[in-house]
């Protein structure tokens, strides 16, 4: 017989991801271009890890592995003592660009993958209403994406993710396309939303400061060939908001973590 | 974005019976007033300068012949050629749509049958008369054979790019969502490919019109497409451009009826066009 105690401590244990030695290299008119470079990295159920990086430094290929979408060319990555072999929804994907099906209603979206795994369709009603509520979507749940906003859409997106309770959620740059106002927003929101569910996230930017406000943990990536140049831990209490960009303790983070990535940024503009 | 830049109109708001009096109803009832209006007044003035409108009925011979039609048992006629292309039409869609998705999306079948298929596509309708009298147990299905032909290739084509541009990003999003290759195929690259299929089914649709005089040469005592190419024979020319306009206006009037059923299938598309 299984307690209540029995499932949280099973559903706590989901998340933990182990990257080991990942390389990954192309073949690019005949010659082997090294992209990830021997990439260690372990992250802890519940943990929020921001990989940080000048472009073209190899940060979205790391997720495009870690989703399956890439073979490495060498290294493995586990997640929950499963070694990925291929996409799966077991790990879910926020892309940085809009990706709802233009075809289906908001509703349809996010229920898309419970529909796929068989969810009885009450279930599925209930859990995707909740989670389209939590995300102020639920007015716009008939909707198509192209009545809605870029905010919006990726709020469904994230949405759509997360409602399939994935070991881990993969962000790559997912408001990258948004205005200021609505980042800022779309973080808070993610955050308070993550708070509640703890799933471990990955999430690519290249932007300072937001890695500073999300993450738990930030991995500063080195160009060419991608690597992990240092980790940072960020301590800075939550629950986090607008204001927790003035504390003296995150200006200090930032700027340490800035002086770790002009150095990689000044190489990547000197070959590009 | 764009759409706040650009003067947008959109599409199909609008009832058709309003559409008749706002700018674009009057600009469209005015084209047709005008290419009339030209086409009497040249005959009437005889203009005979390279292109000779001396001998060419004029319109209103030819809506003294279009009266005697329809008084004269039209149904029978305009029924025979609607069965004629419909069925071709619709066989065709049904063959090019399936045909197209599995070219589109496995590439072992493309190879297997698309290579036939390439070399078939550029054989106009009129050079199939001889073989299909051969190939076909009576004249009807030989008819319905060539409005297929015409409207088939189109069909396919255009499944078949829609199929290939599938958006790889969404597809990514499906196997993120843990969609197995039949999730994938029916939520994703099906209804990906519906507007090129739509597309395909307009052109395809008048294509089938367009063969029809060729497929009604074949045989038969009636169809818009025999009472044309039986007036030539006879020089009898007033019902002949009857028989080509009358094609014309069916064959547009379909393929106004395939693009509206077509976009009742996709709610979620947005058509825009700029106004000028």
Redesign the interface.
């Given at each position: 017989m299984t307690t209540l105690a029995d499932i949280s401590s099973v559903q706590t244990l989901k998340g933990f991801v182990e990257i080991e030695n990942l390389s990954v290299s192309f073949q690019r008119k005949g010659h082997t271009v090294q992209v990830l470079d021997s990439i260690n990295l372990q992250l802890r159920p519940g943990e929020f890890a921001c990989l940080l990086g000048p472009s073209g430094c190899g940060k979205s290929t790391i997720l495009n592995v870690i989703?399956?979408?890439i073979k490495p060319t060498s290294g493995c990555v586990v997640i929950d003592k499963q070694q990925v072999s291929?996409?799966?929804?077991d790990?879910?994907?926020v892309?940085q660009?809009y990706?709802l099906?233009?075809?289906?209603t908001t509703f349809e979206n996010v229920e898309?993958?419970l529909k796929?795994?068989g969810v009885p369709k009450s279930e599925r009603q209930e859990l995707v209403n909740d989670y389209l509520n939590r995300v102020g979507l639920y007015k716009h749940r008939h909707s198509?994406?192209?009545q809605l906003s870029g905010g919006m859409q990726q709020r469904a997106s994230i949405i759509?993710?997360l409602v399939?309770s994935p070991s881990v959620l993969l962000m790559d740059e997912p408001f990258a396309a948004l205005d200021a106002q609505t980042r800022q927003m779309m973080r808070e929101l993610l955050l308070s939303i993550w708070s509640h569910l703890k799933t471990t996230v990955i999430f690519v930017t290249h932007d300072i400061e937001e890695a500073v406000f999300l993450s738990d943990k930030i991995f500063v990536m080195g160009f060419n060939p991608g690597n992990i140049k240092a980790k940072i831990d960020v301590s800075l209490e939550r629950p986090r908001h607008t204001d927790s960009f003035l504390s003296p303790e995150f200006i200090t983070l930032s700027r340490q973590v800035f002086e770790l990535i002009r150095e990689e940024t000044l190489k990547s503009m000197a070959l590009n | 974005m764009i759409d706040r830049s650009l003067n947008v109109l959109q599409r199909h708001e609008r009832s058709p019976f309003l559409l008749m009096f706002n700018p674009k109803g009057i600009r469209r009832v005015l084209s047709l007033v005008l290419f009339f209006g030209l086409w009497q007044l040249l005959c009437t003035i005889k203009f005979n300068l390279f292109i000779n409108f001396a001998f060419l009925p004029s319109p209103l011979e030819v809506l003294g012949s279009t009266f005697q039609f329809f008084s004269n048992n039209p149904m029978l006629h305009i029924w025979a050629s609607a069965v004629r292309v419909l069925s071709g039409f619709a066989i065709a869609s049904v063959v090019g749509i399936s045909l197209g998705i599995l070219i589109g999306w496995f590439q072992q079948i493309e190879d297997l049958i698309f290579p036939p298929l390439e070399i078939l596509r550029p054989i106009p309708a009129v050079a199939w008369i001889p073989l299909a009298i051969l190939m076909f147990p009576s004249s009807e299905s030989g008819m319905i054979y060539i409005t297929f032909i015409g409207a088939f290739f189109p069909i396919l084509i255009s499944t078949i790019r829609g199929v290939e541009n599938t958006d790889l990003l969404l597809l990514r999003v499906g196997q993120c969502l843990g969609a197995k290759p039949w999730h994938l195929f029916k939520d994703i690259v099906v209804p990906g490919a519906m507007p090129s299929i739509a597309s395909g089914l307009v052109i395809g649709m008048g294509n089938a019109w367009f063969c029809l005089v060729t497929a009604e040469i074949l045989a038969g005592r009636y169809g818009i497409g025999y009472l044309t190419w039986e007036s030539y024979v006879t020089s009898n020319y007033p019902p002949i451009v009857m028989g080509m306009l009358l094609i014309g206006l069916m064959g547009a009037s379909s393929t106004y009826a395939v693009d509206q059923l077509t976009r009742l299938l996709m709610p979620w598309r947005v058509t825009k066009k700029q106004s000028l």
């Open positions: 989703a399956g979408f291929g996409p799966g929804a790990r879910g994907f892309f660009q990706s099906l233009p075809w289906k898309f993958g796929i795994r198509y994406p192209h759509r993710a399939n | -």
